[in-house]
């Protein structure tokens, strides 16, 4: 975030705390329908047009270092590979052998320097998945070997986080995470390291998780420590980014930035956690803040000077998701030895935080499943959530989706461009 940036979303927060109702004009929106989460018609769209077309996070470089080095991803609905090229360039496949469909390769990690799929040995070349050989070729009639290629999915990098998108002609990940990329260059994501990655599986849609990460109107209400919130959610800004991307940005509560010595709320100072590596470039607006960013569909990073999450959210079924959540930071110890106990206790607290979330999850979908539930009314203090249910059906394609389970684009206005 450039001195620009913060300078204009400081004066956001004196806005927001301000003002006395919504900005003049700010549409009002309808009720999200509740059949977005429960229906099967509206999973069966998102699987058609969104999960086949969307950039989602599959791993990091630093665990594919050298050429041969592969991962499998099993997170997007088809089993994919990532593996590093003899050119050091990552490439992605589909990880399913063009002869019967066994998979190429069955472990979850290693290293290959050919794709020989364990059940006849047929074999691709890693960098361009062309067929390589095949045993007892004589016995295949009229088989061209070009025709059966072990088809590639993209594959892109930023800050060595790897995405995959199933969709050949995508925009590039770059495109499609916008601003995003640029405001986190400070975090150095590059040289971060995984410290952990924990997981839990919740019985309610991906969507009832990834909203209870798009606003802190909740925040006070389940997280509060001793009767005292840490935020004030009365002066978050939301930043609309195109592509159903976010910013969100939220003040500490009195007690928060006193216990930091500051005198307001905008009052940030280079504030250093002790034992912790810094990042020393992070701005001091985030050290002195809540502040996240969202990234469609299923990804949300609350960042910190000292390392944060990627928390992302995948769909098992209609009613089940698996939430992932796993710590980056510049960190001197190998996490395989143990993690030290000043980042157990944080990883602890953390995980206690999302429990938190979780309570309400799984009754909030028996909920949408009952008749008592009529629909969602939105406020605008949760404006994100409806960001990204607009770029939810823009990616199904507003007109596969039944009239009664849209939801009418009003948000345009508001995205920062
Ligand atoms: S299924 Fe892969 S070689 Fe037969
Ligand atoms: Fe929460």
């Known amino acids: 975030m450039n001195p620009e940036l913060v300078a204009r979303l400081t004066r956001e927060m004196h806005y927001e705390f301000g003002r006395t109702a919504p900005p003049d004009g700010f549409p009002a929106f ?48 088809h089993p994919i590979i990532i593996i590093r090229g003899r050119d050091r360039g990552l490439r992605a496949y589909y990880n399913t052998c063009q002869h019967r469909g066994a998979p190429v390769v069955r472990e979850t990690s290693g290293n290959s320097k050919l794709l020989r799929c364990q059940y006849h040995s047929w074999s691709y070349d890693i960098d361009d ?32 986080w790897i995405f995959v998108n199933r969709d050949p002609s995508a925009m590039s990940l770059r495109e499609w995470i916008g601003p995003i990329a640029d405001e986190m260059s400070e975090f150095q994501g590059a040289t971060l390291r995984t410290v952990a990655r924990q997981s839990e599986i919740v019985p309610c849609n991906w969507k009832v998780t990834a909203e209870a990460f798009l606003e802190v109107y909740h925040f006070r209400h389940i997280h509060s420590r001793n009767g005292e919130s840490l935020l004030d959610n009365r002066g ?52 002195c803040t809540s502040s996240a960013y969202g990234i469609f569909p299923n990804l949300i990073t609350p960042v910190a000077a000292y390392g944060f999450p990627f928390i992302t959210f995948w769909p098992i079924d209609k009613r089940t998701t698996r939430i992932d ?26 995980a206690l935080i999302m429990q938190e979330d979780f309570w309400n999850m799984a009754p909030m979908q028996r909920s949408l499943e009952s008749p008592a539930m009529r629909g969602m009314p939105i406020n605008y203090q949760e404006r994100r959530i409806w960001n990204f249910h607009e770029q939810v059906d823009r990616m199904i394609g507003i007109d596969n989706i039944p009239e009664n389970l849209r939801v009418p684009q009003l948000l345009d206005a508001y995205i920062e461009r």
């Open 236 to 287: 978050a800004t939301m930043g609309l980014l195109p592509n159903g991307c976010s910013r969100m940005v939220t003040p500490f509560s009195k007690s928060s930035y006193s216990a930091l010595g500051m005198t307001n709320w905008d009052d940030y100072k280079h504030v250093v956690i002790p034992g912790f590596t810094d990042i020393e470039s992070v701005n001091d607006m985030v050290r």
């Open 129 to 160: 998945g062309h067929l390589v050989s095949v045993p007892d070729e004589r016995d295949f009639v009229g088989l061209d070997r070009a025709d059966r290629c072990l088809p590639a999915i993209r594959c892109e990098e930023w800050d060595n």
């Open 30 to 77: 309808p009720d999200i329908p509740v059949g977005r989460f429960t229906s099967d018609e509206f999973w069966d769209l998102e699987q058609k047009h969104l999960w086949s077309s969307c950039w989602v996070l599959a791993g990091r470089s630093e665990d594919l270092a050298e050429p041969g080095d592969f991962i499998t991803f099993d997170d997007l609905v």
């Open 325 to 350: 959540w796993t710590h980056y930071a510049p960190i001197d110890f190998d996490p395989k030895d143990g993690l030290p106990p000043h980042w157990q206790a944080r990883l602890d607290n953390f």
